[in-house]
Nanobody, 128 residues
Framework: QVQLVESGGGLVQAGGSLRLSCAAS????????MGWFRQAPGKEREFVAA????????YYADSVKGRFTISRDNAKNTVYLQINSLKPEDTAVYYC?????????????????????WGQGTQVTVSS
């Protein structure tokens, strides 16, 4: 049974930093893409960042480029999202997701429908 468990969320002031973690278990993820998505109140869940286990290639939403960094630790089966220079508009529930996508082919691979497994989410709240 696949499990994705996020941690690291919290309340932080604008300009601060957080590191989110996603511990994956239940199968081999070597042919998967791992993504972070977020959902603010009253809004659709949106793509934030993704990393491919096979190549280590990373992709980001334009709104977070330069502030967010996604990385992975193969030995720990864990994916991280380092969030710097936080803004109030970053306030959301952040979800980790895994998709059976051995390689990146197009931006369609960043859509949430391409990801089969989801964590329960971790709340990030940024105060101004």
């Amino acid at each position: 049974q696949v499990q994705l468990v996020e941690s690291g969320g919290g309340l932080v002031q604008a300009g601060g930093s957080l590191r989110l973690s996603c511990a994956a278990s239940g199968r081999t993820f070597s042919s998967y893409a791992m993504g972070w998505f977020r959902q603010a109140p009253g809004k659709e869940r949106e793509f934030v960042a993704a990393i491919w286990w096979t190549t280590g290639s990373t992709y980001y939403a334009d709104s977070v480029k330069g502030r967010f960094t996604i990385s992975r630790d193969n030995a720990k089966n864990t994916v991280y999202l380092q969030i710097n220079s936080l803004k109030p508009e970053d306030t959301a529930v952040y979800y980790c997701a895994a998709g059976n996508l051995p390689y990146y082919y197009s931006n369609y691979d960043l859509y949430r429908v391409r990801y089969q497994y989801w964590g329960q989410g971790t709340q990030v709240t940024v105060s101004s």
